[in-house]
């Protein structure tokens, strides 16, 4: 090899180990330490499109970088949307792989006991997870329930209070499946006992719904389906306020004489016999478990103490006597 030759092979060595070691340089992250950022993966972006916005950001030293290093490792058609936790203390293939991954940011949001569909909806629009309309849409859908293997029109009912971890921007059938399959999951836990009862999920639903607006106590679940399993023997009416007040359009607070005789109301037990239309709110556990094996008791009544307990009686005397009681210490203070 002559020397020009010998040269120009030096030369190129060097020039290539001087490009790698540039970009290695470009690869490493941008800070030692620095606190976490959200950025969002949008639908229809391009990895180019991705990296000009890291390095913008500040987030990966060079976008150019970014994506050769994206597309050598395979990885250019693999980055999934949505919002991630980054920081400049991660290194473009570190953000490469989360964003391929798809472990994207989640935000808790609690759902307790109890909560019609709307109030989920509000309360997980609050968090920037759905649309509260879109919710909406998704809770009313027939085709969407029969997808998901529940008896009914409505996903009202389905929808298990518990505290969840969920992404924003998500769609209302999306955030439901998570909600009635975490619900499914429950159900599991009392289904061989309920079989064993011989009861069917659907009406064990609607009526733990209605023992989960009656009362906020645990211990008095099971005494508060106990009443109502009593008057559906008997044949009586249940005659529940929360019933009569989830049919009432635009309800104010205020339960009136008229709501009360409205028999164009279906939810409206003070009229209408046997158990409402659907359920009224999502039932927990709990309150599944009171359904299918209420206390034993020959209970029929229940009136409120005002402090969130109830007196239960046996008959409709002794229920007078305690309505009395209570109502004319109300209305004394």
Do not use: C
Not at 215 to 220: F, H, I, R, S
Not at 288 to 313: C, M, Q, W
Request: charged share 25%.
């Amino acid at each position: 090899m002559s020397r020009f030759a010998r040269y120009a092979v030096a030369a190129l060595v060097l020039v290539a180990v001087t490009a790698a070691a540039l970009v290695a340089t470009l690869l490493e992250p941008r800070a030692d330490e620095a606190a976490e950022v959200l950025f969002e993966v949008k639908k229809g972006e391009s990895l180019r499109a991705i990296a000009n916005r890291l390095e913008q950001q500040g987030l990966v030293r060079d976008a150019r970088a970014t994506t050769w290093w994206a597309r050598v490792r395979g990885q250019a058609g693999e980055l999934h949307i949505g919002q991630y936790w980054l920081s400049p203390a991660m290194s473009p293939g570190e953000i490469i792989d989360r964003f391929a991954s798809g472990r994207v940011a989640t935000w808790e949001v609690v759902i307790p006991e109890g909560l019609t569909a709307a109030e989920i909806g509000e309360r997980l629009a609050a968090r920037g997870i759905v649309d509260a309309r879109e919710f909406a849409v998704a809770v009313a859908d027939p085709a969407l329930a029969r997808e998901l293997g529940i008896p009914a029109q409505s996903l009202e009912g389905y929808l298990f209070p518990e505290t969840y971890r969920l992404p924003r921007g998500r769609t209302g059938p999306e955030v439901v499946r998570v909600l009635v399959e975490q619900f499914r999951a429950a159900w599991k836990q009392v289904e061989a006992r309920a079989a064993e009862r011989k009861l069917e999920m659907h009406p064990v639903v609607i009526l733990a719904s209605i023992v989960e607006k009656e009362t906020g106590v645990p211990n008095e679940r099971p005494m508060i389906a106990s009443v109502f399993s009593n008057r559906l023997r008997k044949g009586m009416r249940l005659e529940s306020d929360p019933t009569v007040i989830y049919g009432v359009t635009g309800f104010d607070g205020n339960l009136r004489r008229v709501d009360l005789d409205d028999t164009a109301n279906r939810y409206n037990t003070y009229q209408h016999y046997g158990l409402p239309p659907g359920p009224i709110a999502n039932p927990g556990l709990d309150a599944l478990r009171a359904v299918i094996d209420p206390a034993p008791s020959n209970l029929l009544y229940f009136v409120s103490k005002n402090d969130g307990t109830h007196e239960f009686s046996e008959t409709y005397a002794k229920h007078v006597e305690a309505v009395d009681r209570y109502q004319r210490r109300r209305a004394s203070r």
